[in-house]
C-alpha cells in the first residue's frame, strides 16, 4: 500500500514545514502533495540555493524543486484571488503554469472580499483585545459554515455562475449587516473610523462588479482544476510504491478545539483532517506523521506565550517572516517543552520530530529550554474564583502541585471538550496560561564562529547531549527525525530512516 507522511506544525506556525515538504518532495519524488487544512493565510517559505524564494500560500511546497501536483482538499478554505496572485508569482519562476499541476475539491468552501473586510472590521474594533486574526476571512467564514451553512460558496459553485452570483449577493448583504451593527455598537476612535471606510469596500456596487467579472475569468481558466472527490480519486489510483505528503498549515497550538481560545485559527491545525482523508480510502494505511518546531519558539498575534523574550529579537534575524498589519511584529521565545509537548499530545497517532533552525544555536552562548510553568496561587484563585462555571479548580487544566505560593505545571491537559461546546472554560484556561511564568533549565553549547560543517557540529557532546534530552522522557519522549541547519532542502540532515 502507499505510504503516507502527514507534515505537521508543532508550534504557532512558522516551523518550517513548507521547507521541510520542499525536503521530503526531492527525497521521495512524490505525485502530489496534499493539503489537509488552513487557507490561504498560510506563508511557507521554499528557499532555493541561490536565495530566490516562493511564498507558498495554497499551492502545496513541493511545487519549486519536484513534478509533485497540488491537491487542495475540502478541509481547506479557498481564495481564487489569493491563488490566482500565486500562481503568476510561481508562473515567474517555474517558467512553466502551476495550474497544470492543481486540483482544487469542489466542496472546499470559499472564501469571498467580504468575508475579509469583515474580518478586518471586527478585529479593529477589538481595540486592545485583538484576537491576533490574519485578516484574511477566515474566521467569518468558519462561522457561516456553523450557523448559516446554506450561503456558504463552495468551490464547484464557481462552474455555476448564476448560482454564484446570488450566494455572493447574498453574502455581501449579510455582511454589510453584521459590520453596520459593530460599527454602530462601537465608540468612536481612530480604528472605528478604519473600520467605517472599509465599510465603504462592502457596499461598494463597482467594485462588486468588478470582483463578478473576476470570478467570471477565474472560472474559466481554472475549469479543468476544479472535481470533485479530489482527493478520494487520486489516492484511488495510487500505488503500493507511492510516497503521498500531505502538508499542514499553521501550528497545533492555534487548533480550533485544543488551542489557546479565543487566539486560534478556525481550523483542525492537528494531524487528524488528513487522518480521515487517509483513513477513508483505507483504515490501514501505512501513515506517519512528522511534526515540526524550531529550535526557539515564534509567534505571530496575540495570545498567551509563556516564553517570550523581547531580547531574542535582535539575536535570531527573520528574512522570510515579516511583521503583519494585522498580526504584528513576529514574536520570539525560548523553546517550550511544555506547549510542545501539549501540540504532541493533540496528535492522533506517535510522531517523528524535525527541528528547524539549529544554526542559530551558533549565536548564543548558553541555550535555555522551559520545562514547566508557575503560576502564583493568589492570582490563579482569583481568576478561578471570577467564574461561575463548574470545574476542578487548576487540575483541570493543568497536570501539576502546589508548592509554597505557587503550582507548579508540567503539562496541560486535553480539554474534553471543543471549544464550541466549552467556550467559558478555554478562555478561562488563556486567562491563566497569560499569567503563567517559565522555569528554564540551560544547556552549555559548543564555541564556534561558524557552521561551515553542520554534520561536525552535530556531532559535538553538547549537541548530542541536548538531542538525546529532547528525544527522552523530560523532553518531548518522541524521536528526533531530522534537523536543519538552514531554509533549504540542502539544510536538512535525517537522523534516523524514515
Known amino acids: 500500500m502507499a505510504r503516507h507522511i502527514i507534515v505537521n506544525g508543532l508550534g504557532f506556525g512558522d516551523e518550517g514545514k513548507g521547507a521541510l515538504i520542499d525536503f521530503l518532495a526531492w527525497k521521495y519524488l512524490p505525485k502530489t502533495v496534499i493539503r489537509y487544512n488552513g487557507g490561504s493565510q498560510a506563508a511557507h517559505h521554499v528557499v532555493k ?42 508562473q515567474e519562476l517555474l517558467q512553466q503554469n502551476p495550474r497544470d499541476r492543481l486540483q482544487v475539491c469542489s466542496a472546499s468552501p470559499v472564501v469571498t472580499p467580504f468575508h475579509r ?108 482544476s476544479i472535481s470533485k472527490g479530489a482527493v478520494a480519486n487520486f489516492l484511488l489510483q495510487s500505488k503500493e510504491e507511492d510516497t503521498i505528503l500531505w502538508e499542514g498549515a499553521q501550528g497545533a497550538l492555534l487548533d480550533q478545539d485544543f488551542g489557546f ?138 497536570k501539576g502541585y502546589p508548592s509554597g505560593n505557587f503550582f507548579e505545571i508540567s503539562d496541560i491537559n486535553l480539554p474534553q471538550k471543543s471549544v464550541t461546546q466549552n467556550q467559558t472554560l478555554l478562555m478561562l484556561r488563556t486567562r491563566l496560561l497569560q499569567h503563567c511564568q517559565p522555569k528554564f533549565i540551560e544547556f552549555p553549547l559548543p564555541k564556534t564562529a561558524s557552521l561551515t560543517k553542520p554534520e561536525e557540529y552535530l556531532q559535538k557532546k553538547e549537541i548530542q547531549d541536548l538531542l538525546s534530552f529532547l528525544a527522552g522522557r523530560a523532553g518531548l519522549n518522541a524521536p528526533i527525525a531530522m534537523v536543519s541547519f538552514g531554509p533549504t532542502r540542502h539544510d536538512f540532515i535525517p537522523l534516523i530512516q524514515i
Open 117 to 224: 473586510i469583515l474580518n478586518r472590521i471586527r478585529e479593529l474594533l477589538r481595540f486592545d483585545q485583538r484576537h491576533g486574526s490574519c485578516g484574511s476571512g477566515m474566521g467569518e467564514l468558519f462561522y457561516d459554515r456553523l450557523y448559516i451553512p446554506d450561503s456558504v460558496i463552495q468551490v464547484g459553485d464557481l462552474l455555476q455562475l448564476p448560482l454564484f452570483q446570488e450566494k455572493l449577493k447574498q453574502i455581501q448583504h449579510q455582511k454589510k449587516q453584521q459590520a453596520e451593527l459593530l460599527i454602530k455598537s462601537s465608540p468612536t476612535t481612530p480604528s472605528s473610523r478604519e473600520a467605517i471606510s472599509l465599510l465603504y469596500d462592502i457596499s461598494n456596487a463597482d467594485l462588486f462588479d468588478s470582483r463578478l467579472a473576476f470570478y467570471r475569468t477565474f472560472s474559466e481558466n481554472y475549469r479543468s
Open 49 to 90: 540555493k541561490d536565495g530566490r524564494f516562493h511564498r507558498f500560500s495554497q499551492f502545496t511546497s513541493g511545487t519549486l524543486h519536484s513534478s509533485a501536483s497540488s491537491i487542495l482538499s475540502a478541509f481547506m478554505t479557498f481564495d481564487p484571488f489569493a491563488l490566482d496572485h500565486e500562481a503568476r508569482k510561481l
Open 261 to 398: 481560545f479565543p487566539h486560534v485559527s478556525p481550523s483542525s491545525c492537528r494531524d487528524a483532517n488528513a487522518i480521515e482523508l487517509i483513513e477513508n480510502h483505507n483504515k490501514k494505511s501505512n501513515k506517519l506523521t512528522i511534526g515540526v518546531i524550531r529550535a526557539y519558539m515564534t509567534r505571530h498575534g496575540a495570545g498567551p506565550f509563556p516564553t517570550e523574550d523581547t531580547t531574542l529579537k535582535k539575536i535570531f534575524p527573520e528574512k522570510h517572516n515579516q511583521n503583519s498589519p494585522w498580526q504584528g511584529e513576529l514574536r520570539r521565545g525560548w523553546l517550550d517543552l511544555v506547549a510542545i509537548r501539549y501540540s504532541i499530545s493533540m496528535q492522533q497517532q506517535p510522531i517523528l520530530v524535525t527541528i528547524t533552525h539549529l544554526d542559530y544555536l551558533i549565536l548564543l552562548k548558553v541555550y535555555k529550554i522551559c520545562v514547566a510553568y508557575r503560576i502564583d496561587l493568589d492570582i490563579a484563585h482569583r481568576i478561578l474564583s471570577q467564574d461561575e462555571s463548574e470545574h476542578d479548580g487548576l487540575d483541570v487544566f493543568f
